[in-house]
């Protein structure tokens, strides 16, 4: 099975990106059939703004931009979809935003045409979000941040899609007794991955 990793930072010696090649070598660790890709939006140089071509696409008046296209190609290659991403102002960074914004279109990701009945497009993709996060877990049950990052990323992007998100981690590096400890979480994250479905094919 194969796992398309999208990690959005600027940094390649980030944490974020440490704990996604952690995510990636627990999914080449869990068996010997299993494969991952990691698509490095920030090196790639991924345009995330939504454009006028973006809106002619969105209404049904043209086609995918190219780098729009090889995007959805490279989700529908894989059988899960994870994405790795530090916590800015209690959401996505921007970057990762724009990718949705860009890639998850109508027509692809989802059919809603003027007056008529949504259809739900990307029901076979399993996700897992892993967001790394710079405050205390006190902090984010206090004031129900996770919570509200849940309903606006895993209920209104992915279930609107018909994806099914698996699985919602919060890594949180201050309360890590060592930094260490997160990449070994994010293996066994990886580790994991694919549990599920190769139990069922069993």
Sequence with gaps: ??????????????????????????????????????????????????????IATFQGQAPAASDVAAEQARIDRADTLVLVYPVYWWSMPGLLKGWIDRVFMNGWA???PPGGKLTKKLQRLNVHLVAVGGAS???????????????QIDHGIFDYCGARVVTSELLLFPEAQDHA????????IGCRLFLKQQRAAA
Excluded: C
């Excluded at 660790?29 to 698509?39: K, R």
């Excluded at 400890?181 to 066994?188: G, I, R, T």
């Design 181 to 188: 400890q997160l990449p070994a979480e994010a293996h066994a």
């Design 137 to 151: 877990q006190r902090t984010y049950a206090r004031h129900g941040y996770f919570g509200a990052m849940k309903t």
């Design 1 to 54: 099975m194969h796992a398309l990793i999208v990690v959005a930072h600027p940094d390649p010696n980030s944490l974020t990106h440490v704990i996604a090649n952690s995510v990636g070598e627990g999914v080449a660790a869990s068996g010997p059939g299993n494969s991952f890709e990691i698509a490095d939006l920030a090196a790639e140089g991924f345009d995330p703004n939504f454009n006028k071509s973006d």
């Design 110 to 112: 989802y059919d809603e």
